[in-house]
Nanobody
Framework: QLQASGGGLVQAGGSLRLSCLDS??????VGWFRQAPGKEREFVAA????????FYADFAKGRFTISRDNRDNTLYLQMNSLKPEDTATYYC?????????????????WGQGTLVTVSS
């Protein structure tokens, strides 16, 4: 099971750090997606379990950072310089198959989502 947390209300330009606790299963890739109201779920960032590869959506480059702490099986998404268009429910996901993927269908497990609201 994946458990995401850390969402909330923040003003534009502010920062939030999302966390996702994993049960410690063996996976190959972990990542974050988001879904705004009325829109499709979209890829945000992903990394290999070994942290040797990371990949970001264009909108996330330079503002968001994905990382993991192996000691407590926690995945993080540090989000800086937040914009109103970043408002969405953010989901963490895990994939057993090797190789970073940017489509939601490629991921096997999902967290419950945490809401991020950025006010202007």
């Amino acid at each position: 099971q994946l458990q995401a947390s850390g969402g909330g209300l923040v003003q534009a330009g502010g920062s939030l750090r999302l966390s996702c606790l994993d049960s410690g299963r063996i996976v190959s890739v972990v990542g974050w997606f988001r879904q705004a109201p009325g829109k499709e779920r979209e890829f945000v960032a992903a990394m290999t379990w070994r942290a040797d590869k990371k990949f970001y959506a264009d909108f996330a480059k330079g503002r968001f950072t994905i990382s993991r702490d192996n000691r407590d099986n926690t995945l993080y998404l540090q989000m800086n310089s937040l914009k109103p268009e970043d408002t969405a429910t953010y989901y963490c996901a895990a994939r057993r198959t090797s190789g970073i993927a940017t489509t939601s269908g490629a991921y096997d497990s999902w967290g419950q989502g945490t809401l991020v609201t950025v006010s202007s």
